[in-house]
C-alpha cells in the first residue's frame, strides 16, 4: 500500500547554510624585507593565494616583502 505524499514547509527566503558560503581562509603570514625588516600580518580570503596577496599589499609601503612563511589560523 502506497503512502500519501506529505506537504513539506520550505521557507520563501532561505537563509544560507555553512556548507552553501564560500570558505573563507586566514592565515598567520612572516614577512621579510631586502634590509632585515621583518613583518608580521593576517592574510584573509578565498584561497590560499588570495590570503598572501591580502597579507603582502596589508605590509608597510617602500619595502620590497618577501613572504617567509604562512600558517593556518582557526577562529572560534
Known sequence: M???LRA???DEYPQAHAAD???????????AGSKG???SAIGIGSSQAEALTWALESAPAGVSWLVCSWSDTYGD
Open 37 to 39: 625588516e621583518r613583518w
Open 21 to 31: 558560503r564560500a570558505a573563507t581562509v586566514v592565515l598567520n603570514v612572516r614577512l
Open 2 to 4: 502506497t503512502q500519501p
Open 8 to 10: 513539506i514547509h520550505t
